[in-house]
Each structure stands twice: as structure tokens, then as C-alpha cells.
């Protein structure tokens, strides 16, 4: 009897073992979901986690709001993105089958963790924490939510990688908050150029440290953004003092129009750079370069002299 309860037990934990396996990577119960309504909407939710959003969201976010939390907003996305290319690099894990793909943008990269998960957690719950309102709390939630079933819908993770990636991004906004407070303030007023000094010294430490080969893109072009964007913050506070113009219709218009100019700036260089036959690590790096100082020098100088900003930032 006793060797009959062991062998039950045994079988009972391998039966339960297998029905976890099934839950953290088995996609077939997504097949069934699928129509037309629904995957448009999941593609919607999905875009918000690929440049292009970042290209409009983060430099319009920063004219019309609030500088200094959508620069904090900038560099955990920044800090986010890069862990996630190295985690997705350490463990090499692949994505699910490809009949189960919808989303055909993902490339070579791997699956765990989910990028779209953590950077989607981190950065919407991360705005709930500055922008403390309850209706900020509800959109965070059914954005987060909203992209990381897409991933699965669209049969590009599995369950384990969007996982992965939740809890990732809610350690991420933990840290992150956790410097943010007086235990830091040290740290927090270093002189700006020490942490413009330590971003080009991670540069290569992080080249050295990179699990794989080729070194992904994300490295060159996310430490470019991390520099480019805080310098660029520094300059504006010091020599440009740009708010918004008072009305929001003018606001929003010039807004619109500026993302127009950046996204023509940012193709042409893009087909430009090319042309020179720049190594494309190299060609990322400038192009996410232009964004930043786009967006926060190059805009907040040009609406300053123009008149199309309000009155200077008080001291």
C-alpha cells in the first residue's frame, strides 16, 4: 500500500507538472478567441509597446505636461528596455511556434522575458505613482493589461513570458521609486555631468558584459536616448524655460505638427544614414540621438522664439 500511495503521489505531481507546463506554454486555447474586432483591437494595444508610440507619447507628453516626470518616464523606459534585451539575451528562451504569430515585427529576438509586458507595467503604473488621481490607476491598469494579453493573442509569447515580464516591470518601478526618495538624495544631486560621465561609461562595460554576440542595437541606441534626453532636459531647464502656450487647441496643434517634422527628420535619417552605410548599432544611436534633442531642445527653443510657448518657467 505503501509503494501504491507513492506511486499515486508520483503521478498525481508529474499530472499536475504537465498541466503547468501546458499553462506557461501552450498557446492553442488562443486559436478559438480570434476574429477580426478582436485582433484589431489587440494590434492597437500592441502598438503601444514599439517605437513609434514612444516617438509621439514621450516628446509630446514633454511639451504639453510635466518636464521632469516625463524625463524620469524617459530613462525608466530606457532602463527597462535595455534589461529586457539582456535578459532576452541571457536566457535565449524562444518565442512560440510561428503559426501562432499575428505579429510579424518581432524579428529573431527571444521570448522571455516579455518586453512589451515589462515596459507596459513599469511605464503606465509608473505614471499612476506621479500622476496620483484613481482614474489614472484604472487607465494603467487596462492599458498593462490590455498589452500584455495582446502578446498573447497575437501568439507572440507565452504565458511564462508575459509573466516574467509583469513582475519584472513592477521591480523595476520599485528600485526605481526606492532612489527617488531622501535615502538617495545624495545620489540625486550629484552634478548632472557625473551622470552624464557614468551613461557614456556604461556604454562599453556593457558591450564587455553582454551575454551574446552580435551585441544587440538596443545598447547603443537606448544609452544614446538615456544621454541625449538628460542632456538635452538640462539645457532646456537652464537655457530655455519652455511651458506650454496657455491655450491647449494652439498647444496641441503645434504639438501634432511638431511630431510630423520629427517623424519626417527621423525616416529621412534614416534612409540618409543608410546610404552612408553606417554599422546599424551606430545609425540607431543617432537617429534616437535627433529624437531626444528634438524633443527637448530643438521644439521648446523653436515654440520659445516663435511665441508658441506660455510664460518662462518660474525658478
Not at 49 to 68: E, M, S
Not at 234 to 263: C, E, G, K, L, Y
Request: aromatic share 14%; proline share 5%; hydrophobic share 55%.
Amino acid at each position: 500500500m505503501c509503494f501504491l500511495g507513492k506511486l499515486k503521489a508520483t503521478e498525481k505531481f508529474d499530472a499536475g507538472e504537465e498541466r503547468m507546463e501546458a499553462f506557461l506554454h501552450d498557446l492553442s486555447w488562443v486559436l478559438p478567441l480570434r476574429n477580426d474586432t478582436l485582433t484589431q483591437v489587440f494590434n492597437g494595444f500592441t502598438f503601444l509597446g514599439y517605437l513609434p508610440f514612444f516617438l509621439i507619447f514621450l516628446p509630446v507628453g514633454y511639451w504639453l505636461g510635466d518636464k521632469g516626470m516625463f524625463t524620469r518616464l524617459t530613462m525608466l523606459i530606457a532602463i527597462v528596455a535595455l534589461s529586457n534585451s539582456f535578459l532576452k539575451d541571457l536566457f535565449q528562451d524562444p518565442r512560440p511556434d510561428i503559426k501562432f504569430a499575428l505579429d510579424q515585427r518581432v524579428g529573431d529576438s527571444f521570448g522571455f522575458p516579455s518586453g512589451h509586458a515589462q515596459i507596459a507595467v513599469a511605464m503606465w503604473f509608473w505614471l499612476a505613482l506621479e500622476v496620483r488621481r484613481g482614474w489614472m490607476w484604472i487607465l494603467a491598469t487596462i492599458v498593462a493589461a490590455g498589452v500584455c494579453m495582446s502578446r498573447l493573442y497575437l501568439g507572440v509569447h507565452d504565458v511564462e513570458d508575459v509573466l516574467g515580464g509583469t513582475l519584472l516591470g513592477l521591480a523595476t518601478i520599485v528600485i526605481f521609486a526606492g532612489l527617488l526618495t531622501p535615502s538617495f538624495e545624495g545620489l540625486q544631486k550629484l552634478n548632472p555631468l557625473v551622470y552624464l560621465v557614468a551613461m557614456a561609461a556604461l556604454v562599453p562595460v556593457l558591450y564587455v558584459l553582454w551575454p551574446r554576440e552580435p551585441v544587440s542595437e538596443a545598447v547603443a541606441a537606448v544609452m544614446s536616448l538615456m544621454f541625449f534626453w538628460y542632456l538635452g532636459d538640462r539645457i532646456q531647464q537652464t537655457f530655455i524655460s519652455h511651458t506650454r502656450h496657455p491655450n491647449w487647441i494652439v498647444a496641441i496643434i503645434t504639438s501634432a505638427v511638431a511630431v510630423a517634422v520629427m517623424f519626417a527628420g527621423f525616416s529621412f535619417g534614416g534612409k540618409y544614414l543608410a546610404t552612408l552605410g553606417l554599422e546599424k548599432n551606430l545609425a540607431s544611436a543617432i537617429q534616437l540621438a535627433y529624437m531626444a534633442l528634438f524633443s527637448t531642445v530643438l521644439v521648446p527653443a523653436l515654440f520659445r522664439v516663435t511665441g508658441l510657448a506660455g510664460a518662462p518657467a518660474k525658478p
